[in-house]
């Protein structure tokens, strides 16, 4: 279920994400579709801005490492 959180001072859509749902990946373009016209609004958001959340993801992906090296 979507939440709603209030923008601090400074703050982007990309630093709530980080805080709130722990990523940014995959989830900042969902938090811009959950809220029509926050990219207008500029890089920082107004303090006490709500923006509505999506889900946090199910899982986490992982990406296969590469050793160069023995």
Do not use: F, K
Request: aromatic residues 2%.
């Amino acid at each position: 279920m979507p939440r709603t959180v209030i923008a601090q001072q400074h703050d982007t859509v990309d630093q709530l994400c980080l805080r709130h749902l722990g990523r940014t990946a995959g989830v900042t373009e969902a938090v811009y579709e959950l809220n029509p016209g926050l990219a207008e609004l500029g890089p920082t958001l107004p303090l006490g801005r709500a923006v509505v959340l999506p889900d946090p993801p199910a899982t986490s992906a992982t990406v296969p490492t590469v050793q160069l090296w023995d």
